[in-house]
């Protein structure tokens, strides 16, 4: 009965249920950790003094760099279906290192400045990875589906992180956030490890055979893929492909993620779009520690208001994606989902321009972060689900990071010189409300293409 219910109101067939459930698991708890965690960076990076936040990028930008050929080592030796392991481990014995050294030096200004950088790395390498996972797990059509549901996790824990740093950074500080993070990271391995096993018993060549109707590449695929169903043994050993495969390294250069993005004009397309939406997200982020350092000069109210932002973006976004996004997508296509957002942002700016203050730019921080988290990110990885299965993590890792936290950097220097020579943030305002119509169009061009993939 229940689960008739979940698969009409979700839209979800009667197998999804399982797996969607496990996916909405792993991000809610890895959203949950990092979002707790989101307010303490904020707090580091002000204490670090907000006219050296610009160098902060570039650190971030250059231990980017650093940790991109050893993520590239470990996915071209470590079997597939472990490579989320192995990295999430990592991170989570990081967090409790941090932990101790916050018990033990609270005050260290290089500490703080260390932690900033540290988690401006690991957010985009974790969520990215998680996001791997399940473009190389779930097919296309399904993608459509069902990204907009798993999306719904990462939104829920990110509501509910900031709740937990807002009510336990006094009682147990910012040491004993770490370390609650830390416990949730492993967690998610658990709910990861659930969706591989779904995929083992449902091998991707049965699913296909089965997608919606609306998938023109289903209806030329589906005669190959009943008779390979219908043969005897055949579901058998697609399904022992399927995990031979899984359990392979990927093989292939530390580096070669950037490489098969160079090579191809559709994963440029795609870091273009990343590096657009990355500047846009640098130009309102300076405003907001500026405005808020200017507000709330007390560390402990600044984490408060860094949360309670955080909270309500979660709270705006998780309706969405339960109830619209995936339906969006499959009825409308992914290109609604990659041009709202820009188009609203490019307004946002405007109206900033008019009216440089700490509530309009709250209002417009809200409303973009929430239409990112709900329409732009599971656009995004849906761009994913065309390209072959080393490009899904070690190029899809590589724009996610690299070219992510590239643009963060290039941007962080480009709005210090447009305030450094303008002495007006509605001049800087303007040059936001341009970045997002580039951003725009280039979100329809990616659509069109991949409307043309196979």
Do not use: C
């Amino acid at each position: 009965m229940l689960q008739r219910l979940l698969t009409r109101l979700f839209n979800l067939e009667r197998d999804e249920v399982a797996p969607v459930t496990a996916g909405f698991v792993l991000f809610f708890l890895l959203f949950a950790g990092y979002f707790m965690l989101r307010p303490v960076r904020e707090t580091m990076g002000i204490t670090g003094g907000v006219d050296n936040l610009q160098w902060l990028f570039i650190g971030t930008f250059v231990a980017t760099l650093a940790a991109m050929p050893l993520f590239g080592w470990v996915a071209a030796r470590v079997r597939r279906r472990r490579i989320l392991y192995w990295v999430f481990g990592f991170f989570a014995a990081n967090l409790a290192g941090f932990a101790l050294g916050f018990l033990a030096r609270p005050d260290s200004v290089w500490l703080a400045r260390t932690f900033y950088v540290w988690l401006s790395v690991f957010n985009l390498i974790a969520i990215s990875l998680a996001w791997s996972v399940l473009v190389d797990l779930f097919a296309a059509a399904q993608a459509r589906r069902l990204f907009g549901l798993m999306a719904a996790g990462a939104s829920l824990g990110g509501l509910t992180g900031p709740l937990l740093g807002v009510f336990l950074v006094g009682p147990v500080g910012h040491a004993g956030l770490l370390l609650l993070s830390s416990l949730l990271l492993v967690a998610a391995m658990f709910a990861a490890r659930r969706v591989q096993r779904w995929r083992d018993a449902h091998p991707v060549a049965e699913i296909a055979a089965g997608e919606a109707p609306d998938d023109a590449g289903r209806q030329a695929a589906m005669p190959a893929h009943r008779e390979l169903r219908e043969a005897p043994g055949g579901a058998a050993r697609a399904q022992a492909g399927a995990m031979r495969d899984r359990n392979r390294p990927l093989g292939g250069s530390p580096f070669a993620g950037a490489v098969d993005v160079l090579r191809s004009p559709y994963m440029l397309g795609i870091a273009a779009f990343v590096l657009l939406l990355a500047s846009v997200s640098t130009f309102l982020y300076f405003e907001q520690a500026r405005l808020v350092e200017l507000r709330f000069p007390d560390k402990h109210d600044q984490t408060r208001v860094f949360g309670t932002i955080d909270a309500t973006v979660q709270a705006l976004a998780i309706a969405s994606q339960l109830f619209l996004t995936g339906r969006i997508a499959q009825r409308l296509g992914i290109g609604v989902l990659l041009v709202a957002v820009p188009v609203v942002a490019m307004f946002g700016f405007l109206w900033l321009a008019l009216a440089p203050t700490f509530a309009v730019l709250a209002v417009v921080m809200v409303v973009r972060r929430a239409g990112e988290y709900a329409f732009v990110r599971p656009g995004r990885e849906m761009l994913w689900t065309s390209v072959a299965p080393q490009a899904k993590y070690k190029a899809k890792n590589f724009v996610d990071t690299v070219v992510y936290r590239g643009a963060d950097a290039v941007s962080a220097w480009a709005k210090a010189g447009v305030d450094l020579l303008a002495q007006q943030p509605a001049v800087a305002a303007l040059v936001g409300a341009g970045i997002a119509l580039l951003w725009a169009l280039n979100g329809a061009a990616l659509a069109r293409m991949q409307r043309r993939m196979p």
